[in-house]
Each structure stands twice: as C-alpha cells, then as structure tokens.
Nanobody, 116 residues
Framework: QLQLVESGGGLVQPGGSLRLSCAAA????????IAWFRQAPGKEREGVSC????????DYADSVKGRFTISRDNAKSTGYLQMNSLKPEDTAIYYC?????????WGEGTLVTVSS
C-alpha cells in the first residue's frame, strides 16, 4: 500500500519547538519532491515549505521563514519539518505531500496546537 504518514504533532507552548516527520510506505520518497502544507480551523490549506528531491533546494512561506526548517533523509524515506519559536497562529493540521511528474501522495495530517 502506497502512503505517507505524518507524525510528531502535539500541544506545545508558544516559543516551543516540534519536529514533524513524513514517512513513505510502499514507494521511494527520494524520487519525489516533498512539500508541507497546513490548514488552520476555518481557513484554507496553505503551503508552508518545500524541498527538492536531492534536498539542495528549499523554499518557505514568509510566515515561517527563519523559524521552520525543512529537511529529508532519503535513505530513511522520510521528510522532516523542524518548527521553532512556535506561535499560536501556527496552530493547524500539518500535511505532507510527495510530488513527481504529476503523481501526488498526501498524508492524513498531524495536529499541531500552540497554546499556553
């Protein structure tokens, strides 16, 4: 079965950190670009960050630049999103997506709640 599974979400206080993981099952994640999206309650899904297949190229939404870092370990078929200096407005369900030549896989998401 081909799937992506996110993990690492949870409840964290403002200013705290979390690391999200995105693990591929049934396919080689190293053949795909990875992107992270998030959807806050009552809002549309938005792009957060993306990384090329090799990991050499990355991009970030302005709202997370300097706080979030995307990375990947192709040997483990896993992508990561390190989130530091978290703010209440970062509260959302976070999804990862793997993309290659029009083929897409989405995970089911992991909830991040930033609250005191």
């Amino acid at each position: 079965q081909l799937q992506l599974v996110e993990s690492g979400g949870g409840l964290v206080q403002p200013g705290g950190s979390l690391r999200l993981s995105c693990a591929a099952a049934g396919f080689t994640l190293g053949d795909f670009a990875i992107a992270w999206f998030r959807q806050a309650p009552g809002k549309e899904r938005e792009g957060v960050s993306c990384i090329s297949k090799s990991g050499e190229s990355t991009d970030y939404a302005d709202s997370v630049k300097g706080r979030f870092t995307i990375s990947r370990d192709n040997a483990k078929s896993t992508g990561y999103l390190q989130m530091n200096s978290l703010k209440p407005e970062d509260t959302a369900i976070y999804y990862c997506k793997a993309t290659r030549y029009g083929i897409e896989f989405w995970g089911e998401g992991t909830l991040v709640t930033v609250s005191s």
